[in-house]
């Protein structure tokens, strides 16, 4: 890419922001530092507010309570037209009455800079797109993704210092998805654009950003970088929402968590004292399944589950499990010879706990009310550090 | 019906395809023609009469042709006078409507605001009406303005049947328009106005454009309201067809029949290359 595409970006705070439509509330209190360059993204499911967090950063609605400040300077009081932003919509927004070409000069235009160098600069974009030889094609002759690529030129023709991305993906099938976000990220790397993405799309956050705010009824649940949010969900919503995750339901003892099983995981960090109900999370690919009577299965103990389901999934298999009225999910090898029906001892490879309420935060080492992102994730439980628990879990 | 029967009757359905296809075409070829047969009868009807010297009824063609019509209406004074009054109060109506009617169109199609569906619902209720009784109501109010027998008055009385179509018509074509090219022009550093010129209007031409063709159409067709408020001194076209039905030959009527629909043939023609290119553009917003 040439250097006159090439600009830094700025930093962006959100200083407690909120925003409610009537009775509903939208956004509440959310706080937000974006450094230079950085690509966050916002993830959470439908209603979780994202969008309206993201429209408020460029100007299409303005908060009722809190701040804005890019590069240090309040930017509430400042019309759409006139913030350094720039918005890539869900939607394809291309205007179809203007060529390829047009769409992209429409902002230099407005902005009365020489032809010549609006002239270079759409050439230019265009080439940085894989779309040069469509300058003077309608938008409607274009694909789908084509189309999306031509309002990311667009986007970018102004050299905005703060990129917005809201779901521009999600109207674009699986591979078309893939290819265009990766692009997307390369080209943020390579431009150095802040960049905040929308979606709710748990694959595409981990995919690109370098952290990621999980959001739910318009509040913070989480800031972390990717690794961080799928290691140490602090919340059993979080946990939940990237990744799967089976939730085993039990009590916070002396001795652990007691499963409803009988089996006793022991808490390796110890809590605050606060005993009672409480929610284990494990991950399907955190799941070793044993077979009963094999080698190593005595040690495992406990209630041994039955495979109901097999799915094939490619590279693996997952496995619907039943012990009792309780269902597990277990990813494991594809070549792991199983059928309905067989009966396995499991070992947990890495274990969550988690308070009973899904609304809040479990008894551990995170306080709750902290500020969200400091890294700490939800209490661990024993048999994360090795592969293989030593006895990490106990069964009955 | 026992599976039997319905398994007879499927083959059945099936021979039947070829003949339902034959006839569909044929019933295509009969539409077709019928509706020339309505359409261009009357016109080349109206032409003939036009040019014949004398033209009766058994005989399907005009036993001599003359020029004597039209030179009757090009040479009288009163005639010419009605031509020139329609072909130049019509625009002009056009243009006030526009003027008056876009805006709101406009308001209508991209704004919620208090009293909107009041607003649609007097302006629809103007042609829910005989327009005559609506001439009467207003007759009293141009009096007291003094605009009887004024081309104000005349204007003013033309407006009402152009209303509907430069109001509704282009609300509907501002409402099509998504949101997102209003906001993606907002962010690119469009003011409100810049938006509008650049992306609302070019996007709502098509619908703005068949409402012009209507409303001129309906101005320049208005007569009664404007024999009403104009006449004796404003007569325009079709006020005079009625007199030159009754009083004068045939022919006369048929040349001023033809010469009354020159300007919408012209104005349907301008425009047809823009209402195709419109449909089209149009059609790409979905």
């Known amino acids: 890419m040439s250097t006159s595409t090439s600009h830094h970006g700025s930093e962006l705070v959100l200083e407690a922001i909120g925003k409610a439509f009537g009775e509903a509330r939208a956004v509440e209190g959310v706080s937000l530092t974006v450094e230079p360059s950085e690509f966050v993204t916002l993830l959470g499911p439908s209603g979780s507010g994202k969008t309206t967090i993201l429209r408020m950063i460029g100007g299409f609605v303005a908060p009722d309570t809190g701040r ?131 979606t709710h799309d748990q694959e595409e956050a981990l995919g690109i950003s370098d952290r990621i705010v999980v959001l739910r009824d318009g509040c913070v649940e989480q800031i972390g970088d990717p690794t961080e949010i799928y290691d140490a969900p602090r ?31 022991p808490v390796v960090e110890r809590t605050d004292g606060t005993l009672g109900p409480a929610k284990i999370g494990v991950r399907p690919e955190d799941v070793i399944v044993l077979a009963v009577g094999a080698e190593g299965d005595e040690g495992a103990g406990g209630d041994a589950f039955s495979v109901e389901q097999i799915t094939v999934k490619g590279h693996y298999k997952e496995l619907s499990m039943r012990s009792g009225d309780q269902w597990l999910r277990a990813y494991v090898g594809k070549d792991l010879t199983t059928h309905e029906g067989d009966r396995f001892r499991l070992r947990f490879r890495r274990t969550h706990l988690f308070g009973e309420d899904p609304q809040e935060e479990v008894a551990g080492d995170s306080v709750p009310g902290a500020p969200s992102g400091d890294g700490r994730g939800a209490t661990r439980v024993a048999g994360d550090q090795g592969l293989l628990p030593s006895g990490g879990m106990q069964l009955r | 019906m026992s599976a039997l029967a319905s398994a007879v009757e499927v083959p059945v359905a099936r021979r039947s395809l070829l003949p339902v296809a034959l006839g569909s075409a044929l019933a295509r070829v009969i539409l077709f023609l019928a509706a020339l047969f309505f359409i261009v009868t009357p016109l080349a009807w109206i032409v003939l009469l036009a040019f014949a010297g004398g033209f009766t009824f058994p005989s399907l063609k ?23 009054l329609s072909v130049t109060i019509a625009p002009v109506v056009l243009v006030v409507s526009m003027v008056i009617c876009l805006p709101a169109a406009y308001a209508i199609g991209r704004y919620d605001f208090p009293g909107k569906r009041f607003v ?60 997102e090219l209003v906001e993606a022009a907002r962010d690119a550093g469009a003011s409100r106005l810049q938006v509008f010129r650049r992306v609302l209007f070019p996007l709502a031409r098509p619908s703005i454009t068949i409402a012009a063709v209507l409303s001129f159409l309906a101005a320049f067709d208005e007569a009664q309201g404007t024999f009403l408020v104009g006449a004796p001194t404003y007569v325009t076209m079709p006020i005079r067809m009625y007199s030159l039905v009754l009083n004068y030959p045939v022919g006369v009527s048929a040349v001023f029949a033809l010469v009354l629909s020159v300007p919408s043939v012209v104005l349907l023609l301008s425009v047809r290359k823009q209402l195709f290119a419109g449909t089209s553009s149009a059609m790409h917003l979905h």
């Open chain 2, 120 to 179: 649609l619902l007097s302006v629809f209720s103007i042609n829910a009406f005989p327009r005559i009784s609506l001439y009467i109501a207003m007759i009293p109010m141009l009096f007291f303005l003094n605009l009887m027998g004024t081309v104000v008055g005349v204007v003013a009385v033309q407006l009402i049947g152009t209303i509907l179509f430069m109001t509704w018509i282009p609300a509907t074509g501002f409402a099509a328009i998504p949101d």
């Open chain 1, 68 to 198: 804005i400040l890019i590069d240090g300077s309040d930017v509430c009081d400042v019309p759409v037209e006139r913030r350094p932003t720039a918005m890539l919509f869900q939607q394809l927004s291309l205007w179809p009455h203007l060529s390829v070409a047009r769409n992209i000069s429409f902002g230099l235009e407005l902005r009365r800079r020489p032809k010549q160098e609006i002239d270079e600069r759409v050439r230019e974009l265009l080439e940085v797109v894989g779309l040069s030889d469509f300058g003077a094609r309608l938008p409607s002759q274009l694909s789908g993704g084509q189309q999306q690529r031509v309002a990311l030129a667009r986007a970018l023709a102004l050299e905005p210092r703060i990129l917005l991305l809201d779901e521009p993906f999600s109207a674009l099938d699986t591979k078309l998805r893939i290819e265009l976000r990766t692009f997307v990220r390369n080209l943020q790397r390579e431009v150095g654009t802040t960049t905040l993405l929308v």
């Open chain 2, 62 to 84: 005009p036993s001599s042709l003359t020029l004597a019509w039209w030179r009757a209406v090009f040479t009288s004074p009163g005639l010419l006078h009605s031509v020139f």
């Open chain 1, 235 to 265: 919340t059993s919503f979080v946990a939940e929402f990237l990744g799967a995750m089976n939730f085993l339901r039990g009590s916070l003892t002396r001795e652990g968590v007691a499963l409803e099983s009988g089996t006793i995981v």
